[in-house]
């Protein structure tokens, strides 16, 4: 009987996109951004675990954000992975309260720094007029999606459809 080794790589590996199910199973999360550093889905896969490692409470987000960030070597997908470490916050909790307000705010303009960082990282153009549209956004569920239109989009337009 032949044995084949088991050989892990993006076919076989979950992509974790839930920063909750990442928060769950830190080690797989991360395993997950290094099993997928080349997919498109990739900054998707970041955001959560950025989140994830922010907000673990025992101590050990520091650890696998550093083991994470080597895992990625020198390659864009660092570079996107250290700069979302420079701008997420933690959950706060106290919903409507204006530390909470001010945390959105905060969330909105550095949500709206990672697209146009994605967008300009792919090579795509911005007009002035599409800078100040997203960087004016506030809502997150409309930067959201165009953070995860801005992974394949070839014109900054691509991120506006469907409005």
């Keep these: 009987m032949m044995v084949f080794p088991l ?8 992509v974790v996109t839930d920063p909750d199910q990442a928060a769950e199973d830190l080690p797989l999360a991360v395993f997950t951004a290094l099993a997928h550093a080349k997919d498109p889905v990739l900054p998707a896969i970041l955001d959560a675990l950025a989140a994830a490692v922010v907000n673990a409470g025992d101590g050990s987000g520091k650890r696998w954000a550093e ?3 080597i895992g990625l070597g020198d390659t864009r997908a660092r570079a996107l992975w250290r700069h979302l470490m420079a701008t997420y916050t ?5 919903s409507g309260t204006l530390i909470e307000e001010t945390l959105i705010e905060g969330e909105s303009k550095g949500r709206a720094k990672d697209i146009l960082r994605i967008l300009d990282l792919r090579g795509v153009e911005v007009a002035e007029a599409d800078r100040e549209r997203i960087t004016a956004c ?16 070839t014109s900054a337009q691509e991120l506006f459809a469907d409005e």
């Design 7 to 14: 050989v892990l790589g993006p076919g076989n590996v979950p």
């Design 67 to 69: 083991f994470t960030e």
């Design 90 to 94: 933690p959950r706060f909790p106290g």
């Design 138 to 153: 506030a809502d997150l569920g409309t930067l959201g999606t165009w953070f995860d239109r801005a992974v394949t989009a």
